[in-house]
């Protein structure tokens, strides 16, 4: 009599069993955040060395979580996850984007990309203020955009492999030109048609009062279709609360939406006044916030890579200039 049970109860958690959706882990932020926003780190200056270790250090972590190298190719023929864009002027002659490739599991649907996106530099030292901080640790700009970067390529290398192409992209210099962004936006990977939608992720690291708890905001939501769809399937996200501070002009989403590519940015800075000061540090971040509302992310961002949608600009609301 108890064989039969068994069996019946073993097909039947077979069958209901919901498959197992990883999460993003507090851990993981905090190990990753608080390397990145280390003293050690000096502030991970536009252009500079740090910048570069910081670089190295992102694209180390995409290889671990089985992604492919989307940056230079060596004379071996050897391709890394670390671009170098040549700027003169920078302390270490150049700028560093970090890039890895969740390659799409579908030969057709693979063509396009979804570019999951922040910035890896920030303003580094200044050694003529006084007090006893003068580093810049960025630990919400743009250490927190650049850890969401991480942890979703994370989150979605260890499932099922999506449809769709996922570029997951950490640009230099930011905070200097948006030389990262561009070099990148000037040198696609693929033909600029092909990328459905860039989220670019910029200061989530604490929580905005103004909108409601666990909740992220995307600037110009009401330019595209991209952020209502992405709320329907489940992102805690709604509109910037402050659009007279032109935040979607303010990140290197904006240079590639000027390229027509739909692309926003995530946030949920609240105006703190830490905002580029050296107290922009690790122990203001607000982890427990930053790991739920980065997970409400996560299913949406993995139904758009395995959808058919395209989101669109809405009727006069693409970017010209
Ligand atoms: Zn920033």
Redesign the pocket.
């Known amino acids: 009599m108890k064989t039969p049970r068994l069996f019946l109860a073993l097909f039947l958690s077979l069958v209901f069993a919901a498959p197992v959706i990883a999460q993003i882990r507090e851990e993981n932020i905090r190990a990753e955040l608080g390397f990145l926003a280390s003293d050690a780190m000096q502030g991970r200056a536009s252009g500079s060395n740090y910048e570069r270790i910081a670089a190295e250090y992102i694209g180390s972590q995409f290889r671990q979580f089985g992604l492919e190298p989307g940056g230079d190719t060596d004379s071996a023929g050897n391709k890394s996850f670390v671009q170098r864009v040549p700027l003169e002027r920078a302390p270490s002659g150049a700028t560093w984007n970090a890039i890895g490739v969740l390659r799409g599991s579908d030969r057709r649907a693979a063509g396009e990309v979804i570019m999951i996106s922040a910035?890896l530099d920030?303003i580094g030292v200044n050694e003529a203020l006084t007090g006893d901080d003068k580093i810049f640790n960025?630990a919400d700009?743009?250490a927190s955009?650049s850890v969401a970067v991480m942890e979703l390529a994370r989150v979605l290398a260890s499932g099922k492999r999506p449809r769709r192409t996922i570029y997951f992209v950490c640009f230099g210099s930011?905070?200097r030109g948006g030389h990262g962004s561009r070099y990148f936006i000037a040198n696609p990977p693929v033909p600029l048609t092909q990328i459905v939608a860039d989220l670019n992720l910029?200061?989530l690291g604490r929580p905005d009062p103004k909108v409601p708890a666990g909740t992220l905001w995307l600037t110009g939501f009401e330019r595209s279709t991209l952020g209502p769809e992405l709320a329907r399937q489940g992102a805690a996200l709604v509109a910037d609360p402050r659009p007279e501070q032109n935040f979607f002009r303010?990140?290197d989403n904006y240079i590639l939406a000027l390229r027509g590519v739909i692309a926003h940015t995530v946030s949920s800075f609240g105006m703190h006044t830490d905002y580029h000061r050296p107290s922009d540090d690790v122990s203001k971040i607000d982890f427990p916030f930053m790991t739920k509302s980065l997970n409400s992310l996560v299913k949406p961002v993995r139904w758009l890579a395995n959808s058919k949608f395209r989101p669109t600009w809405l009727p006069g609301q693409a970017p010209t200039r």
């Open positions: 910035h920030h960025g700009d743009d955009g930011e905070e910029e200061m303010r990140s």
